[in-house]
């Protein structure tokens, strides 16, 4: 009888470690499944609503259709189409790309950002599972969607026409846009503190955005009314979410204060501060030479 028990009492022990064991890899896989899905979606409804829907309902709807039967191609290298196809009056394709290196550069920069924005939606998934997402941050993350995807379309423009005037000044803009986003992501979990060194960091960057895109083109386009509707509406949503970023992390650093129930210049230091003054002075010089 002591044997019985005591093998039943060994059975159920393991039986139970083993569940215990199982159930973080299935939470993870769930986790995972659903953080593919999400970020599927988002990715593959971007451009469909950038162009299937703001371009060809909004923007340009008076284009005119095109003939699939009649209308040839001559400037597609054929290439990718190996011994299939020659140089020439190629017929109609969805996709037409020749192989040169400006293609292959905007694989490169859209490979890049895909698996960036798939890292950050995996990231996020198991913080709302959780129900430890920081709501505030949250907010920024979704609203800095539109300035990332217009990065990436500008790069695919950039090398698609051979057009690199304005690389350099994107391409910094792109940069440091990113090691801002990576900031707000770590926020957006609560178990991490907002300190002051992180708020600066986010204010310092998107401080210098204002003040380059704003000296730069949202004067000009948006309150003085001399840009088209587009660009008005892209400055636009280009500096809503710059501002936001300088509103909204303050304000948690204002809010962290009060809870600790202690005074903000506690919370910072006049070398952090000066150095956020220097860091928008000198980058956004380098933003106006560039």
């Known amino acids: ?30 986790q995972k499944i659903i953080a593919f899905i999400v970020a599927t979606v988002l990715i593959s409804l971007l451009p469909i609503l950038h162009i299937g829907v703001f371009y060809a309902k909004i923007w340009v ?10 209308c040839s191609n001559t400037c597609f290298d054929t290439i990718f189409r190996g011994s299939y196809e020659n140089p020439g009056a190629t017929p109609y394709k969805h996709v037409y790309f020749n192989a040169t290196w400006q293609t292959s550069r ?28 920081r709501t505030s941050m949250f907010c920024l993350y979704l609203v800095n969607l539109y300035p990332h995807y217009y990065s990436w379309w500008s790069y695919f423009s950039y090398y698609n026409e051979d057009f690199y005037n304005y690389f350099k000044h994107h391409f910094m803009f792109t940069v440091t846009e990113i090691i801002a986003t990576c900031i707000v992501l770590n926020l957006c979990d609560r ?8 708020v600066f960091a986010i204010v310092s960057i998107n401080m210098m955005h204002i003040l380059v895109s704003g000296l730069d083109q949202f004067v000009s386009h948006v309150l003085q009314g001399k840009g088209t509707n587009f660009q008005s509406a892209r400055d636009i949503g280009l500096m809503i979410p710059d501002s936001l ?40 010089l380098i933003g106006r030479i560039m």
């Not at 005591?6 to 299935?26: G, I, Y």
């Not at 709807?61 to 009649?70: H, L, N, S």
């Not at 890049?112 to 959780?130: K, W």
Request: proline share 3%.
């Open 61 to 70: 709807p008076q284009k005119g259709y095109i003939d699939k039967r009649t």
């Open 191 to 198: 178990k991490n503190e907002v300190v002051s060194w992180k």
């Open 245 to 284: 970023h300088v509103i909204i992390p303050i304000w948690q650093l204002f809010k962290s204060a009060k809870n600790r129930e202690v005074r903000l210049n506690e919370l910072c230091n006049r070398e952090e501060i000066i150095m956020c003054i220097v860091f928008v002075s000198i980058f956004t």
């Open 106 to 133: 905007i694989w490169i920069f859209t490979v890049v950002f895909i698996l960036l924005a798939y890292e950050s939606i995996r990231y996020l998934i198991p913080l709302m599972r959780r129900r430890k997402l």
């Open 1 to 30: 009888m002591v044997k019985d028990n005591f093998v039943q009492t060994f059975l159920e022990s393991r039986l139970t470690a083993l569940h215990n064991a199982s159930a973080p890899s299935v939470t993870n896989y769930k």
